[in-house]
């Protein structure tokens, strides 16, 4: 069965300090992987996808198939990184996302 | 170009009332999709569609029902609204036709049932 995992509810940091948002996943197919961000009050929104290798806002995320994780990380946070964040593995059968749990973080100045 | 809109913003609904949550995406997009997002516990998928006509269960469909009569509209219906089924709900589409496109969110309902 697919399942995302995201260990940590909360991750407070100060400003200009590195942030790592972790995700792990099991999947027995290839897995497509994509971060989600929910700022205050706004709609869930694509951040990235590991497909893309792309960098957004300063986040990047690698694939690591070996430890089976998708762990999201920039090297120095900034106040409007204040959001939750959701790991999301992609069913390619049936397009359904399944997603983690969540993680807070916030960015203190 | 709307995306996805969701029909209503918030409700309140007493134990045993029937609502029904709209949906509607004028992308023309054939997957459609209804999740749930309770405190502290990510979103679960409710019931999606894969096309007109076509539904299936999710990872929570109890209490809740669905149809899809046209490609653009997908409601959610609550018939004896419960508790437990007080959440924010979120519509979400997708196109088949692009293998990895990523779905495209509602603004969500935010419903309390008391």
């Known amino acids: 069965a697919q399942r995302v995992t995201q260990p940590e509810k909360l991750l407070s940091v100060f400003k200009g300090a590195p942030v790592e948002l972790k995700c792990n996943y099991s999947?027995?197919?290839?897995?497509?992987l994509f971060w989600y961000v929910q700022y205050s009050r706004q709609r869930l929104q694509l951040l990235l996808r590991?497909?893309s290798r792309e960098s957004i806002k300063g986040f990047t995320a690698d694939l690591n198939k070996g430890e089976t994780s998708f762990h999201l990380k920039k090297p120095f946070a900034q106040e409007e990184d204040s959001a939750m964040y959701y790991c999301?593995?992609?069913?390619?059968?049936?397009?359904?996302?399944?997603f983690g749990t969540g993680t807070r973080l916030l960015v203190s100045p | 170009n709307a995306g996805v809109t969701q029909t209503p913003k918030f409700r309140i609904l007493k134990i045993g009332q029937s609502m029904t949550l709209q949906c509607a995406q004028d992308?023309?997009?054939?997957?459609m999709y209804w999740y749930r997002q309770d405190p502290g516990m990510g979103l679960k998928l409710i019931y999606y569609?894969?096309?007109?006509?076509?539904?299936d269960k999710g990872e929570v469909p109890n209490g809740y029902n669905v149809s899809r009569s046209t490609t653009e509209d997908f409601p959610l219906r609550l018939e004896l609204a419960a508790p437990s089924q007080t959440s924010v709900y979120f519509c979400?589409?997708?196109?088949?036709?692009?293998?990895?496109?990523?779905?495209?969110f509602g603004d969500g309902t935010r419903l309390s049932i008391l």
């Open positions: 979400a589409s997708t196109p088949r036709d692009r293998a990895y496109q990523p779905q495209h």
């Open positions: 999947y027995s197919g290839s897995p497509e």
């Open positions: 590991h497909i």
């Open positions: 999301a593995l992609l069913n390619t059968g049936f397009q359904k996302l399944v």
């Open positions: 992308m023309n997009h054939n997957y």
């Open positions: 569609s894969v096309g007109a006509g076509i539904t």
